[in-house]
């Protein structure tokens, strides 16, 4: 498998291929994020031998027994996605670490824990949302360590919805305020960290998102691959791995 650089520029339907995505962000109030990732479920993802989700596929996803009619549409086209017999994988983020069984039973999506190694057309590669690389972010790793209390969880998600909506408002606004302080650099991976992951599970090849910064790095030393997913904040984006090579491309969103 070799790099290749990003812009398609043949037929994505007459070739085997897998996609990753991450850090859609998807919202109400984003509607052309919206569309450009329904278009991409539709017209793209249908004809892929599989999809993953990195993480943070919404802004925020409150539970599994959202019933919103934004909810149900993003629910239904990964049912079609499945339905036509396109494996979808799902790994929580930071942003929807309350995804669980029910949206996986509603949508056949394939919920995979937080660090996981697939076979990638014959090359073993580490998947992961891309936060728990991030250990020098202490004041994030010590808000993650408490949202993901089992007890914690069970009691948030028995709450009425519009509760549960006021939290979550609460907590946007501690995370935006408390990004502003923090040097960018303790928000990207600790490098020994990356290290560490790739050695554990013995592989050259990780693929993550989180951090917002699209590229593809190499480390000679360590005969490792690191590649990181786009944000979809401004394009659509996601890496295309196909039997021979890799790119990272975007998606325009619609005028």
Request: with cysteine; aromatic share 12%; net charge neutral.
């Amino acid at each position: 498998m070799k790099r290749r650089s990003s812009g398609a520029s043949f037929n994505l339907t007459l070739m085997h291929k897998t996609f990753f995505i991450s850090d859609l962000h998807l919202t109400p109030s984003r509607p052309d994020i919206t569309a450009c990732f329904l278009e991409f479920m539709r017209y793209e993802a249908i004809h892929c031998d599989a999809l993953y989700v990195l993480g943070d596929l919404f802004d925020f996803w409150v539970g599994d027994d959202d019933n919103s009619p934004f909810a149900v549409q993003i629910r239904s086209a990964f049912k079609a996605l499945t339905s036509s017999g396109v494996p979808c994988y799902f790994i929580q983020g930071n942003r929807d670490f309350l995804l669980g069984k029910r949206f996986a039973r509603q949508t056949g999506v394939t919920v995979l824990p937080e660090e996981y190694v697939i076979e990638l057309y014959g090359r073993r590669a580490v998947i992961l949302h891309g936060d728990t690389l991030c250990i020098e972010d202490y004041s994030y790793q010590a808000f993650r360590k408490k949202v993901h209390q089992p007890w914690l969880q069970f009691i948030f998600n028995r709450l009425p919805m519009f509760i549960k909506r006021k939290i979550v408002a609460q907590i946007q606004s501690d995370a935006r305020s408390d990004k502003q302080t923090k040097q960018l650099e303790i928000m990207d991976v600790t490098p020994s960290e990356v290290v560490r992951v790739m050695q554990k599970h013995d592989v050259e090849l990780m693929i993550h998102g989180h951090t917002h910064r699209p590229n593809i790095h190499t480390d000679s030393a360590h005969q490792q691959t690191r590649i990181v997913l786009g944000d979809w904040y401004e394009q659509g984006s996601l890496l295309v791995v196909t039997p021979d090579d890799y790119y990272l491309d975007t998606r325009d969103f619609a005028l």
